[in-house]
């Protein structure tokens, strides 16, 4: 039988954070400006995320870094560049993931972020929540239906407001939305993240997401790949699949 939370319906669900309550409810018209404030943050985290994290990760741009400190050694004979080169690299990576980003909060503010009632709130094939502890909004999520695959339903938007991690936020979101899986009959859930911290990887993995693929060398929406971008701004793109059926049987 399919559930529909009503507003001012005390039976929302809540999650026990030692004395206090997280409440996951619909979204509702008056959260939007906190909405964008917690999306907003939460990507501008992915900056220095981006930039200085997850040059460990990519041994290929590591080796096209020490390529170029080598050939500017060989041109200039200078060790003063080379002992220069590695803070104009970090410099970069920062500009460039900074641009990218921005072009993706912008490109996500002028459609779903930016409208959020008639994106997510009209259509029973997806639905966006806010996690309220002590009457203040504190995080967001949303679920999205999937064409591809078929039957399956995609997690989104998830951001937690810096103030409030470590307090079950984010877990409390991502069962929301596996609850809402299970109501609908969707038969896996799914969802993308180019996040490196291994925080966000630790909650999916909780949740009991697991990590199906992974993209190098992911195109973000929103980034221009110029030259210059390809080598400064490089990201993977962690693929996670959750079987309905496992959340059913536990």
Known sequence: MEEKTQKGDDSRPKA?????????????????????????????????????????????????YSAMTA?????TMCWWVIGLLPAMVLCGRYFYSRRVIHGYLEQ???RDMGDIEE???????????????????????????????RGSVELQR???????????????????????AVTHRYSTVILGTTAYAPAAHQLYQRLG?????????YVTP???????????YRVCHHHYSLDVQNITSN
């Open 16 to 64: 026990q954070n030692g004395f206090q309550t997280i409440v996951v409810r619909e979204f509702e018209p008056a959260d939007k400006l906190q909405v964008q404030r917690i999306f907003s943050e939460g990507l501008m985290e992915m900056i220095p995320d981006t930039a200085f994290r997850g040059l460990r990760h990519h041994p290929e741009s590591l080796l096209l």
């Open 71 to 75: 050939v500017c050694f060989v041109i």
């Open 108 to 110: 996500a503010m002028s």
């Open 119 to 149: 994106f997510y709130m009209k259509s029973p094939d997806s639905r966006l929540w806010v996690a309220v502890l002590e009457g203040k909004v504190v995080g967001v999520v949303a679920a999205v239906s999937q064409q591809k695959p």
């Open 158 to 180: 998830m951001s937690v407001d810096r103030s409030c991690r470590r307090c079950g936020v984010g877990v409390a979101l991502g069962r929301k939305v596996l609850e809402f």
């Open 209 to 217: 997401f697991r990590c199906v693929g992974v993209t190098n060398g």
């Open 222 to 232: 929103g980034a221009r790949w110029s030259l210059l971008e390809r080598v400064f």
